[in-house]
């Protein structure tokens, strides 16, 4: 039987485990997620891939190396930014401009939505269980994002960390995710 935690004692404990890790083991770590991710899926000239900005001071996967591929691969990028209190996403190019947000998040300044097809977002987090259940920061940000928009085919969760526990408390607005990439494993939900 798995042991089953709340999301606030998931968010704790896989927060803690993220900041413990070096700097180098991020890096190392985030090199195999996205080569694990480049194996897992035959990703073509022209697809849509919508991916978070990593915040370097929380240790998240480093996309950049992501965004690096895709732009190298005419892969078409997109990343979120909150308008008016609700996520959209925003096509970027190898010139486009950033400004930090209130939160503290590296966002485009374009405000344009985007509002297309995605083939992937690829989905920060804290923790992910078993059965898909993302526990992030706790804003509810991607769930509404991921309830809106209807175009997305796979949600792809990004983690250093494997499901060991179950989330306890998902709730009726919490999307699932159709998998998880960690540096050593590819789960499908």
């Known amino acids: 039987m798995n042991l089953s935690l709340t999301k606030k004692e998931l968010r704790t404990i896989y ?5 413990a890790l070096s700097q180098d083991e991020v890096v190392f770590l985030s090199e195999k997620i996205f080569k694990k ?3 897992q899926f035959n ?8 991916l978070f900005l990593s915040i370097e001071r929380f240790n998240e ?15 078409r990028v997109f990343v ?12 970027i190019f190898p010139d486009s401009e950033f400004e930090i947000n209130k939160l503290g998040i590296k966002e485009p300044i374009s405000n ?3 509002n297309v097809e995605l083939e992937y977002v690829l989905t920060p987090l804290l923790y992910c269980d078993r059965l898909g259940n993302r526990v992030g920061y706790g804003k ?3 769930d509404a994002f991921f309830f809106h928009n209807s175009k997305i085919h796979k949600k792809i969760g990004l983690n250093f960390f494997s499901p060991n526990e179950d989330v306890a ?9 159709d998998g998880l990439i960690t540096p050593y494993d590819y789960f499908e939900f």
């Open 43 to 50: 990703i073509i000239e022209n697809q849509k891939i919508n």
């Open 140 to 142: 509810g940000f991607y």
């Open 15 to 19: 927060r803690e485990k993220r900041m």
């Open 169 to 177: 408390d998902v709730f009726e607005l919490d999307i699932a995710l």
């Open 61 to 75: 996967v480093n996309t950049q190396i992501f965004i690096d591929y895709f732009f190298d691969n005419k892969i």
């Open 37 to 39: 991710f480049i194996l």
């Open 80 to 91: 979120p930014k909150i308008k008016n209190g609700k996520m959209i996403s925003v096509e």
């Open 112 to 114: 344009i939505d985007s």
